[in-house]
């Protein structure tokens, strides 16, 4: 039953993923300009560039946060990355004797080790 779950999980997360395939490659190139605009900011001495290198740099953050979406994206390959990491997890289940006697040897045994 849990890999039922799991697989279905993994199968939306999957759909999420590939739907925002497009905001994501859109974040992260406009991440990449607005980084490189940020370092020649940081560089520039003249007071003309800092502003135009910030005109470029609000007009470049304005396009990041346009791709907003993209966060569902990165959530969906996070969730994909779990139900991998979960998929060959054996559960191990305690199951308890319903007898009397196997119960009495094993805390028994219990209070010996102690």
Not at 12 to 36: D, E, K, R, T
């Amino acid at each position: 039953m849990k890999k039922i779950g799991l697989l279905v999980a993994g199968f939306i997360a999957a759909m999420v993923l590939i739907s925002n395939l497009g905001p994501l490659v859109g974040l992260g190139i406009s991440l990449l300009v607005l980084y490189f605009v940020v370092k020649r900011f940081l560089k520039t001495d003249s007071t003309a560039s800092k502003i135009g290198w910030g005109i470029a740099g609000f007009i470049i953050l304005m396009a990041t946060a346009s791709n907003v979406p993209a966060i569902l994206g990165i959530a969906a390959a996070y969730v994909l990355y779990l139900v991998y990491k979960n998929w060959d997890k054996r559960e191990e289940a305690i199951r308890e004797e319903s007898d009397p006697f196997v119960n009495f040897e094993k805390q028994w045994a219990q209070m010996n080790n102690k």
